[in-house]
T-cell receptor, first 113, second 111 residues
Framework: QQQVKQSPQSLIVQKGGISIINCAYE??????FPWYQQFPGKGPALLIA?????SEKKEGRFTISFNKSAKQFSLHIMDSQPGDSATYFC????????????FGTGTLLAVQP | DTAVSQTPKYLVTQMGNDKSIKCEQN?????MYWYKQDSKKFLKIMFS???????INETVPNRFSPKSPDKAHLNLHINSLELGDSAVYFC??????????FGPGTRLTVL
C-alpha cells in the first residue's frame, strides 16, 4: 500500500515562479520527513528535512511546510530556476532501529527559462 | 573521494543469468541499504544492514541475496534474472537516523 502520497506527478513552472509539491501520509508514527532531489542518471540527494515538532523549515529557496493534524507536508521552491529541474521525492520514516524510508511517487519538475 | 560508490554503472544480461552489484561507502556509516527504482521512478527499499546485520528485508524474491562482508560494503547478488528485475538499483548509507547518502545507481537491463 502507498503510505506516502505525492502530487502532482509533474509540474511546469516559469523561471522565477514558485514550485509547490504536496505529500500526505497515513502512519502517525512517522517522525522524520525528508525531501530528496534526483537529477537524471544520478542518485537521490537530500534537499531538506523536517521533524513534526516544527511547522516550517527554510533553507535558502527551499521551504518545508508541515501540518501534523492534517498529516500533510509540502515543499515550496521560491524563485524557481532552470537548474531546479529534477524529480523530487518526499519520504517519511518512523523511530526505531531500521530508519526505513517510505518514498512518495515523485514529482518531475520542469522550470522553463 | 566518492562517498557511496557502486559497480557496475550499467549491467545488461540475459534472462536466467546470475549477476552481482557491489557497493562501498567511505563515510564510516553503520547502516547500508539497497533500493530499487522502477521504470516509473518509484523508489522502494529492499534491504538494510546495520554493522553487517540484516535489519530490513522487504518482500523481495529470494533470488535476491544481499551480503555485507564488512560495514563499508554491501553487495547484491541476483540469481536467475527475470525481465521484471530490470530497474535501477541504488545503494545508500546512513549513520543512525540521519541523512541517507545514495550511490549513483546501477542500471540493470535483463533481455
Amino acid at each position: 500500500q502507498q503510505q506516502v502520497k505525492q502530487s502532482p506527478q509533474s509540474l511546469i513552472v516559469q523561471k522565477g515562479g514558485i514550485s509547490i509539491i504536496n505529500c500526505a501520509y497515513e502512519n502517525t508514527a512517522f517522525d522524520y520527513f525528508p525531501w530528496y532531489q534526483q537529477f537524471p542518471g544520478k542518485g537521490p540527494a537530500l534537499l531538506i528535512a523536517i521533524r513534526p515538532d516544527v511547522s516550517e523549515k527554510k533553507e535558502g529557496r527551499f521551504t518545508i511546510s508541515f501540518n501534523k493534524s492534517a498529516k500533510q507536508f509540502s515543499l515550496h521552491i521560491m524563485d524557481s530556476q532552470p537548474g531546479d529541474s529534477a524529480t523530487y521525492f518526499c519520504a517519511a520514516s518512523r523511530g526505531g532501529a531500521t530508519n526505513k524510508l517510505i518514498f512518495g511517487t515523485g514529482t518531475l519538475l520542469a522550470v522553463q527559462p | 573521494d566518492t562517498a557511496v560508490s557502486q559497480t557496475p554503472k550499467y549491467l545488461v544480461t540475459q534472462m536466467g543469468n546470475d549477476k552481482s552489484i557491489k557497493c562501498e561507502q567511505n563515510l564510516g556509516h553503520d547502516t547500508m541499504y539497497w533500493y530499487k527504482q522502477d521504470s516509473k521512478k518509484f523508489l522502494k527499499i529492499m534491504f538494510s544492514y546495520n554493522n553487517k546485520e540484516l535489519i530490513i528485508n522487504e518482500t523481495v524474491p529470494n533470488r535476491f541475496s544481499p551480503k555485507s562482508p564488512d560495514k563499508a560494503h554491501l553487495n547484491l547478488h541476483i540469481n536467475s534474472l527475470e525481465l521484471g528485475d530490470s530497474a535501477v538499483y541504488f545503494c545508500a548509507s546512513s549513520q543512525d537516523r540521519s541523512e541517507q547518502f545514495f550511490g549513483p545507481g546501477t542500471r540493470l537491463t535483463v533481455l
